[in-house]
């Protein structure tokens, strides 16, 4: 099969397998360039085959040469059909761990779901005995709330007053005003129960009850603030209530977790190119010239770099601080005043004729295609490749 990018609104249907696998290696080559660092020995990443989690397992896989079991929710390739990006990511990554000693097992499912916690406790309990590490990192449309069958799907909107805002067609490259109508009660409490931190609650609760966590055994959940320019679709929308949401369930869980020593955290990031993050009206314009300033500024960072020195300096060190309410903010290079003046000024000024010059559009544009494994050097892409290849 010969594998083009197929790309559907902010979605690319196809995935290529060796590309996927150049992607997954480079960032593991990246982490090991920074050598090795004392940290976790055996984490749990749930939302663990693209992003932030991805990042994350590979930190800690290689960083601090940890055993992983990673969830994710990925479709495996059909005759004529390739798998989801995430799903060639988990096997480059297994075999990368496997290739060095380590144990890496990922469980392909519904997070939400009590049977997956099940499975993935009994994988726990039998070849780790127990963990020091989990990681909260799902990005979910939906979710079914496993105790009442009701299903949830989320939506990314204001909240008050509609929001007239810039958008960019990342296709098209033009740049446009867009109405986005505010979130009723209903969509807003549906957003906090797909995106809040109930399910992060559950999974230490079931984990406790097991008995598979480690004394000294720390939990973080991945949020994001954000700057003025994001506020009113970000964290004063739907999504800001349920990542407050999830600052209540780390506090939550942090009280449960005394007996054990433990510790839960948020980690508020940087924005980065996801299939999550793309999805957000206003975001990709935001990014597109948020990352033209921080290059310029010399304080861009990719996903793995991000994460790594989230881990090194964050999580198992301590020069990345807490704010008043104990979330690490490793967000704050983004936020700088000297960042966020020239991405206003820039916002003010972009149009469909001027967001070249403005912005990192190009740059997005291979970001958004290396998430399903197109654009690297040294593969042919008009070479014939095996969509079952991993399987
Ligand atoms: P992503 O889209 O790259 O990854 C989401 C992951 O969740 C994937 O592994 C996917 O398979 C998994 N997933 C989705 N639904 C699932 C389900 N029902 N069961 C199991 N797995 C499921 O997302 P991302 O951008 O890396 O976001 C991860 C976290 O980081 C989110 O909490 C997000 O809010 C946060 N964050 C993201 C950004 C950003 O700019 N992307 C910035 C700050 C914080």
């Known amino acids: 099969m010969i594998v083009k ?34 940290g976790t020995r055996g984490a749990l990443v749930l939302g663990c085959s693209g992003g932030f989690g991805l990042a994350s397992r590979i930190v800690a896989g290689f960083g601090c040469g940890a055993d992983t079991i990673g969830v994710s929710f990925e479709k495996p390739p059909g005759l004529k059909r390739t798998a989801t990006a995430g799903w060639y990511n988990n096997r480059a990554f297994e075999d990368a761990a496997k290739g060095q000693g380590r144990q890496a097992l990922t469980f392909d499912g519904d997070a939400f779901a009590d049977e997956t916690r099940e499975r993935v406790i009994a994988a726990i309990a039998k070849h780790m ?91 973080v959940a991945y949020s994001y603030l954000g700057s003025d320019l994001t506020a009113r679709i970000y964290r004063e929308g739907t999504l800001g209530r349920a990542k407050a949401d999830v600052d209540r369930a780390a506090a939550a869980i942090q009280s449960r977790l005394g007996d054990i020593g433990g510790e839960a955290r948020v980690a508020v990031l940087k924005a980065i190119v996801s299939q999550a993050s793309t999805a957000i009206p206003v975001v990709p314009l935001y990014m597109s010239i948020l990352f033209r300033v921080m290059r310029e500024q010399g304080s861009h960072e990719t996903s793995i770099e991000h994460i790594d020195r989230l881990f090194r300096d964050g999580l198992y060190g301590d020069a990345i601080g807490g704010d008043k309410d104990g979330r690490l903010r490793a967000d704050a290079r983004e ?57």
């Not at 509609?162 to 446009?176: F, T």
């Not at 109930?198 to 008995?211: T, Y």
């Not at 490749?385 to 399987?391: A, E, N």
């Open 129 to 219: 005995g127990q963990i020091d590490l989990l990681v909260y990192s799902l990005a979910a449309p939906v979710r079914t709330n496993p105790r009442t069958g009701e299903q949830f799907r989320s939506a990314i909107k204001p909240l008050g007053e509609p929001l007239a805002v810039k958008s960019l067609d990342v296709n098209k490259g033009e740049v446009r005003e867009i109405v986005l109508p505010p979130a009723d009660e209903d969509e807003t409490a549906a957003t906090v129960q797909v995106m809040g931190g109930e399910d992060w609650e559950w999974w230490i609760d079931a984990l406790l009850s097991a008995d598979v966590l480690a004394p000294g055994f720390k939990t």
């Open 335 to 391: 936020l700088a005043d000297s960042v966020q003046i020239e991405v206003r000024r820039r916002w003010d000024l972009v149009d469909s004729d001027n967001i070249g010059a403005l912005s990192d559009l190009d740059q997005f544009r291979d970001e958004f295609l290396a998430l399903f494994g197109f654009g690297f050097d040294g593969i042919d892409y008009d070479a014939d490749v095996d969509p079952m290849d991993g399987t």
């Open 5 to 38: 990018p197929r790309i559907r609104g902010f979605i690319c249907t196809t995935a290529h397998p060796t590309g996927c696998r150049a992607h997954v290696d480079a960032q593991i080559a990246s982490v090991q360039g920074r050598g090795s660092f004392p």
